[in-house]
């Protein structure tokens, strides 16, 4: 069976591993352990930090698409371009 990887599976793979994404985002190996297993949502806070300890591989809508009002996906955003 195939089994894509989760945003959070992504950025723990890319970083090197739980303990090193942990030390990258200034949290316990525990607490990504909880985020992999879905024990414990990522916090706002934490989801910019992921994205920034993974170069942005890994976006902050993507760990948390719970909370579209703190992190829009980019294809929800208005049009501002103006047309004339």
Excluded at 43 to 72: H, M, Q, T, W
Aim: aromatic share 8%; with cysteine.
């Amino acid at each position: 069976m195939f089994h894509t990887k989760t945003p959070i599976e992504e950025a723990v793979y890319i970083a090197g591993g739980q303990t090193a994404l942990a030390k990258k985002v200034g949290v316990t190996q525990g607490a990504v352990w909880k985020w992999v297993r879905g024990l414990k949502k990522i916090s706002p806070v934490n989801a910019v930090a992921i994205s920034n300890a993974v170069g942005g591989v890994v976006k902050p809508y993507e760990l948390r698409p719970d909370i579209p009002s703190v992190f829009p996906h980019p294809d929800t955003q208005p049009c501002t371009t103006k047309h004339t």
